[in-house]
């Protein structure tokens, strides 16, 4: 009876609460990230460059959740005592800047005949092309201002330039939103990814590390305007050929060349993919998590020591807090300061204290192929040492 009573007192199981709207998460989540810029602290847009950057080392939770949240990352490698040269140079930027502009001067007639005959010489030629006007408030309103133009454009048919359109990818649940160079339009309606660059190419070819730099990056423009194409009916075809304007020789004239960036884009897409969500990141860190450059030094050693780190050698070309993670490497002991290659063959073995022990059998189960390759290894390093130091005794001997 007693049993009956208190089943009827405690009633029905209370309801799970329900989860919040899609727009309510959202909001939710810009708090957050706000909150760990710091009060008063502006976001860092996220830009083509770094977005390549993070989707070449999508294990970097500490670079995701920073990029995510808008910090400005050359700032806070200084505060932590920590500069990076990382970076263009002003006089790299300025001289950029003015390449840009003779590219896209006179309605970028040299711009859309580079486009023609590199990239669609099977088309009319651009004799008169269409140059929307772009500006709108905010980076919501001119990515909507964007989409639109390109649609008027996939209409309309001819040639039409999208000077410095803006573009927005979801990455890992936050939006970053991008501005390429530009964007052409072409005849038949698909869209092609215009990059400009400084660097010169001689006799008709660039540096290759320089190209393949812009490589990655345009992929991440190609990913932004695949979004955009499929929300329109018909989708309209995206482009993997990008056209890759630079100085031709010693000159000031642009040369164009026509990048295939099909294995970047498809690299950039399943890296991407990887990423752990933002909001996930955030909800692990402690509580009052602040990354703010102007706070206590000890303070925001810690706040970014609360987020992990994979350090490879690669990021000292990528990211700002490079030599900050390097240093922490190194104190660690951790092997991914040696490269990604070296820390695929050792396995299990994550700090170069244990891979001394498993060389010298004082570690490491004996059948694992990566402590196996350790101890022959050690053995053949004695064993030269050996004979090395018997020779200098015969030779002194003699």
């Known amino acids: ?192 990814v215009v990059e400009i660059k400084s660097f010169p190419m001689l006799d008709g070819s660039a540096d290759p590390a320089k190209v393949g730099a812009a490589a990655r990056q345009s992929a991440v423009y190609v990913l932004a305007l695949e979004d955009v194409a499929a929300r329109l009916e018909p989708a309209p075809r995206v482009r993997h050929r990008v056209l890759l304007v630079c100085p031709k020789d010693f000159s000031n004239l642009p040369a164009g060349s026509a990048v295939d960036v099909r294995k970047q884009r498809a690299v950039t897409a399943r890296q991407l993919a990887r990423l752990t969500r933002i909001e996930e990141i955030a909800e692990e860190l402690p509580e009052g998590t602040c990354f703010a450059p102007g706070q206590d030094a000890g303070e925001l050693t810690a706040a970014v020591a609360a987020v992990p780190a994979t350090y490879a050698p690669e990021c000292l070309s990528a990211c700002e807090l490079a030599f900050h993670c390097r240093e922490r490497a190194r104190a660690a002991g951790a092997v991914t300061r040696l490269g990604r290659p070296l820390r695929a063959e050792l396995g299990g073995l994550t700090t170069v204290e244990d891979v001394l022990a498993a060389a010298h059998g004082e570690l490491g189960d004996p059948d694992d192929p990566a402590v196996a390759a350790l101890r022959r290894a050690a053995a053949l390093r004695a064993e030269a040492l050996q004979e090395a130091r018997a020779r200098e005794v015969a030779a002194v001997c003699r």
Do not use: Y
């Open 1 to 192: 009876m007693s049993e009956f009573h208190g089943s009827e007192s405690r009633g029905p199981a209370p309801e799970p609460s329900p989860t919040p709207p899609p727009r309510a998460r959202a909001t939710e989540l810009r708090h957050r990230l706000a909150e760990l810029r710091g009060a008063g602290v502006p976001a860092k847009a996220l830009d083509a460059r770094a977005l390549a950057a993070l989707a070449a080392n999508p294990g970097c939770r500490r670079r995701a959740i920073l990029d995510g949240a808008g910090v400005d990352k050359a700032a806070l490698a200084s505060a932590l005592g920590a500069p990076s040269g990382f970076g263009q140079s002003q006089f790299a930027l300025t001289r950029g800047n003015a390449f840009e502009a003779k590219v896209k001067a006179d309605g970028g007639a040299e711009l859309l005949r580079l486009a023609h005959t590199r990239l669609d010489p099977g088309a009319e030629a651009p004799e008169s092309a269409a140059v929307p006007d772009l500006t709108a408030h905010g980076p919501e309103g001119r990515t909507a201002r964007t989409a639109l133009a390109l649609r008027e454009a996939t209409r309309a048919g001819g040639w039409t330039l999208l000077d410095h359109p803006m573009l927005a990818l979801d990455v890992a649940g936050s939006l970053a939103f991008l501005e390429p160079d530009a964007v052409v339009v072409h005849p038949d309606g698909s869209w092609s």
